[in-house]
């Protein structure tokens, strides 16, 4: 067994990712389901082999002591991220396939005030999510729609890249963490010398990062990121909690620079041609924002402002509840009964079947 064939098997089964772990064959995600490979199960020796043949030996010396790496692989003019880990003394590796095109907001069926958003010129757009929830998609989708349609300066700060993007009418620089730069927090301060206009940052991990991120915002450019969160009020709190102390000074300046925090999902479809995304979309409308600065920013709370703004005005005042996306997803015949009775908070909402 050769790396390079498992890299093909996963462009033959339209698998997004592959495993590979010992005592267990190889595993390729497709669609939403895991599925093994009809092959003996994998010995650490294996992996160490197929690993070898992709890697040099100092990247894996790391890995075995524990320092995770990621890295690029290509074959077959297809680009795959794989991600080199350490797993009970052995080492282990997640390999995704980064797609050849960039969908539009359209073919990913987001509701109209994604589009609306992109017209932004300032403040903090954040997706959040679970792993796996499509985040990095979402937002290269909208990076995307403004290549095509503005004359802007964007830069990214990815670790790694995910989707290449080439310059249209804006003109596009990536930098990838590790290779380009040092660092988040490298990459940021740097940037803010080089006349962006549009920043894409891979994700707010760290107090710094979050905190450059923001700043960049308030000095008036348009900041797209990610977090992992389940919901809109989880990424607030997260967020707020990486920004510290003081609390009042870190809720102005998130009031000041937050333009929308959307939570994102991915379901089954329906049909069985995959998944689509379902999602909670707050927008930083005044009141909103002085919610912010109050600290009113629980649950309860937010759901309530949504609903109050559910379907008014513009597109880009629009608010939902992520059970709101649930139940406009069953009514379209976009998911089954089933999926959206297993991820709906009020159950009672979901029509007589």
Do not use: W
Request: glycine residues 6%; contains cysteine.
């Amino acid at each position: 067994m050769e790396l390079n064939s498992l890299l093909a098997q996963m462009t033959e089964r339209k698998a997004s990712d592959l495993h590979l772990a010992a005592g267990v064959p190889p595993v390729f995600r497709e669609a939403d389901a895991l599925i093994a490979a009809k092959a003996s199960n994998l010995t650490p020796e294996d992996i160490e082999t197929l690993l070898q043949a992709a890697f040099p030996e100092d990247k894996l010396a790391e890995a075995r002591r524990g320092s995770d790496f990621s890295a690029t692989l290509r074959h077959e003019g297809r680009t795959f991220r794989c991600q080199v880990f350490r797993e009970r003394g052995r080492l282990a590796a997640a390999i995704r396939v980064i797609p050849d095109r960039i969908y539009t907001l359209d073919e990913l069926h987001l509701p109209p005030v994604f589009e609306a958003l992109t017209q932004s010129k300032r403040g903090l757009i954040l997706v959040v999510g679970p792993t796996g929830s499509g985040k990095t998609t979402t937002l290269v989708s909208m990076l995307e729609h403004i290549n095509r349609t503005r004359s802007e300066r964007i830069f990214t700060v990815e670790d790694p890249i995910n989707y290449v993007l080439s310059s249209k009418l804006s003109l596009v620089t990536q930098r990838v963490v590790g290779e380009d730069v040092e660092s988040y927090e490298h990459g940021l301060r740097a940037v803010e010398d080089a006349d962006p206009d549009i920043v894409l940052v891979g994700e707010l991990r760290t107090p710094e990062t979050a905190r450059l991120a923001l700043e960049l915002a308030d000095k008036g450019h348009l900041v797209l990121s990610q977090m992992t969160a389940e919901t809109v009020a989880d990424a607030l709190a997260r967020l707020l909690a990486l920004l510290g102390e003081p609390h009042d000074q870190a809720r102005r300046l998130l009031a000041r620079t937050a333009e929308a925090v959307i939570a994102q999902r991915l379901l089954r479809r329906a049909d069985g041609t995959g998944r689509v995304a379902a999602n909670e979309i707050l927008i930083a409308t005044p009141r909103v924002r002085q919610m912010i600065v109050d600290g009113q920013t629980d649950t309860v709370s937010l759901e309530l402002a949504m609903e109050a703004r559910r379907g008014v005005g513009g597109f880009l005042t629009r608010m939902q509840t992520m059970d709101d996306a649930l139940l406009g997803y069953y009514a379209g015949g976009v998911i089954s009964r089933e999926t959206a009775e297993s991820h709906l908070k009020e159950k009672g909402r979901l029509p007589a079947g």
